[in-house]
């Protein structure tokens, strides 16, 4: 069964996001910090009159934070909820087919939570994540 | 009242069409217990509503058939055919009724006993009435129309959308010297879409007002009929919220308050004989409290009966009696919200079915709500329902900390106050840190700290919000107070509500997004612990009372070790034995310019300085002398009585000591000597008024008034004396006693002679019964 599929970079690694998942895709401008909130809660942005929780992928991840903070970011919704996850960069959208993670394969840190399978880019094996597990709290809420 | 006809129609004529497949489903399976369920809940809505808005029609069509189906839920009757037939023929007989009256149409009554006759047990089957001149054609135009909420919200979005480019565009031309030509235009944009912004707003938030308007009128109805007396008090009518959620708290909050009054609120006499007010007390409030809305009905009636309760619920069938017992107390208290209960055990037009609660239950979690019990037995019961804050305007103060705007509900904010004052001190206990404020202190609590902000010392904070919570207050430091908002607040994500101390987030027009605080949530994040409120009634002063009266602890002049109730007392303040007098017949005090009675059982012209209590029973005042105060205790609520009456009340146990207690009553009845604290003024009128103060004011303030020869401002004569012929400008409401110079009367002549002083004492006795 063939999805569309958004390719995008993430921690310097290219990966496969369900199209389902992604509302839009839009710079991010200036984001307002939350404190307390949970080191992956970057803050939040205004997105025309919404506001929107914005999601460092990199601190979800649990991968070392890198110098020049992202402004590109995927939307997607959870419960009503907006959330904005920061990505490096977006390259297309096009159908793929979802394989499983080959036998044998273990993701590590943070990745494991997100992997979901593998998509076939040009014959280059690209990990799917589930967007919605980058975002804390919103399992509970699922 | 034709608002709420309106809504009544629409919603029925609604629930109707989702009952029609409910009906059929009913129809074909009549034992579907669900169906059932959600067919009686119409009825019984019907019902609440018509006994609301005044249609004694169908009030009279659903009664009947919540009777039947009520039997039928509690397993008394077999639904039939027959019995559904009939009560499918009232349903649609409702409908058509609704229909009419919407039409303004009358519809003739001719059938409805026939229903309603069909609906008992034996009956032959009657045709069911097919709806024969149903009023369909003649709907009226209805000047109000139901929009979907999504809808509405795409116009609330579109609206804040347009503000923010408004803004822009202000922004870009005021950077670009504009054409004062172009500014009126902006200016006239800017007010328009200010003026559309407030129209839109309204059409999805609502005062909450909407509901509690109607209460004042619902509960004098429902109480008149049931013969009780019952005042209503309403807090907080201007919150306010989502449509949405008024709409789907309207008949729980309905059926809450009557329930209150037809099973919390007990008959005149029941409070008599409980030692309660014969009126009972409702009070429904209304508050925004962190990201919910919490509305409390609470009542002073017999609270619930939990063990009647379980005997209902167990002879009920439902569960086994000795299962329910072993429930935890809460899990108990919320036995009340099962279905088919009814702990009434006669049937009321009111309530009384056990529906209600269950209902009410369901409608509130459907909207995310919850409903909270507070069960004084005996004494009243509380009820809570906390709904979500889906989307509501708070008036909100704006503050700064570390560069960063936050909102703060104003309603949570007692006041500001800026550190530079000196009414201000903030000190050190240990490490916590406390703001004292006018004599108030209480803890401190540094946002920029409690966000992780910065870490600059406690007492280096410019301003202080005080912030009242449940139980006590707080100061929360900020850098600044910057703005007085209105918002319109959203809830914001789980991973932000996470951190307990945001109650949502808003768009403001500079178009940064903004969070809401939970100021109670930063109390507890910060560890601040506020004693409990007290859970029931608060205003019963005597039940209060009764809970621990605090006393003063004293040596008495005579060495003995005394209580006397805290309340009396104004002040204890030290006096020299100087300032204490023997004269005109007692000991007195003279302080602060006058003199007050005083009270010593003991010695005291030896001790140089006294401490004296003043007392005061809110209108005179009398000073008893001590030996010395040592400290504030609670009154163990056992008194032993004192054998005979005298300055000592009786004896109380305390650490195993006794010690006596004062009987401030004989204090103050028997010293108390000013009897009238605020004695009636007699006006010393006219010219010759330096004569009667002379000489007549003794013989006038013996008789129990004040004589003054010129009103102060407000000051209202209960009579005026005046002499001879003298005119009497002044109070003329004041009867009038004139005295004459001359010792025989002239004709026709009341007045009296001014040595007369039987006969002055006299008339002002007179006047004075007369007055009382």
Known sequence: MTELYLIAHLAGRPVAISSQQVESVVDIGEIVPVPRASAQVRGLAALRSRVVT???????????????????????????????????????????????????IVLDRGWRAVGQ??????EEAVLAIDLHALIPGAQLAA | MDDLLQEFIAETRETLEALAG????????????????????????????????????????SHAAEDVLSAVRAGERVPDAKLVNAVLGIVDRIGEIVEAIDAGAGLDDSGEDLLIAALAEGTAEVAPQTSQGTPQGQRAPTRSVRLSVDLLDRMMSGMSDMVLARNELARRLRDENPDPTVEAALERLSLTVAEMRETVTRTRMQKIDALFSAMPRMVRDTAAELGKSVSLHIEGSDVELDREMIEMIRD????????????????????????????GRLSVSARQSGNQILIEVADDGQGIDVDRVIRKLAANGVRAEHELRALSERARLELVFEPGLSTKDEVTEISGRGVGMDVVRANIEQIGGRIELTNAPGKGLRLAIHVPLTLSIIPTIVV???????????????????TATSAIRIDMLGDTPTATVRDRRMPLVDLAKAMGLSDRPADDVPMLAIIGVAGGSYALAVDAVLDDEELVIKPAAPAVMATGIYAGHTLPDSGRP????????????????????????????AESEQEGMSALLFIDLDGARRLVPLAVIERIEPVSAEQIRHSAGRLRLSIDGGIVPLVALGDWQDAGEIPVLRLQDGATEIAY???????????????????????????????????ELLDVHWLFASNGELGDAEPPVCLLDGADSAWMATFLKPVVEA????????LKRDQQAAVVLTMDAAPCAVSPNAPVLRLRSARASGEKDDSIYRYDRGALVAALAAIGSKRA
């Open chain 1, 54 to 104: 914005v999601i460092d992928s990199r601190v979800a991840l649990d991968l070392v934070q890198n110098e020049a903070p992202a402004t590109r970011a995927v939307i997607t919704v959870i419960d009503g909820q907006h959330y904005a996850i920061l990505v490096d960069s977006l390259e297309d959208v096009a159908p793929f087919e979802l394989r499983p993670l080959s036998p044998g």
């Open chain 2, 703 to 710: 008789a129990g008034y004040r004589a003054v020869s010129k």
């Open chain 2, 625 to 659: 002398a001590i030996g010395e105060a040592l400290d504030i205790v609670t009154l163990p609520p056992e008194l032993t009585p004192a054998t005979q009456a005298g300055p000592i009340a009786g004896v109380v146990a305390l650490d195993d000591e006794q010690i």
């Open chain 2, 22 to 61: 409910e009906i059929v489903a009913w129809e074909a399976d009549p034992a579907d217990r669900a169906r059932l369920d959600a067919i009686f809940r119409f009825v019984h809505t019907v019902k609440g509503s018509c006994g609301f808005l005044d249609l004694p029609r169908l009030a009279r069509l």
């Open chain 1, 117 to 122: 399978g593998i998509v076939e880019l040009d």
């Open chain 2, 400 to 418: 700064g900390v570390a560069g960063q705007r936050f909102a703060v509900p104003r309603q949570a904010i007692e006041e500001i106050v800026t």
């Open chain 2, 252 to 279: 729980p909050l309905v059926h809450i308050v009557r329930n209150s009054i037809d099973h919390g609120i007990e008959a005149p006499a029941a409070r008599r004989a409980a030692g309660k007010r014969e009126n």
């Open chain 2, 514 to 541: 903004m969070l809401l605080l939970d100021c109670a949530g930063i109390a507890s994040q910060a560890g601040l612990v506020f004693g409990r409120e007290v859970a029931v009634d608060e205003d019963d002063e």
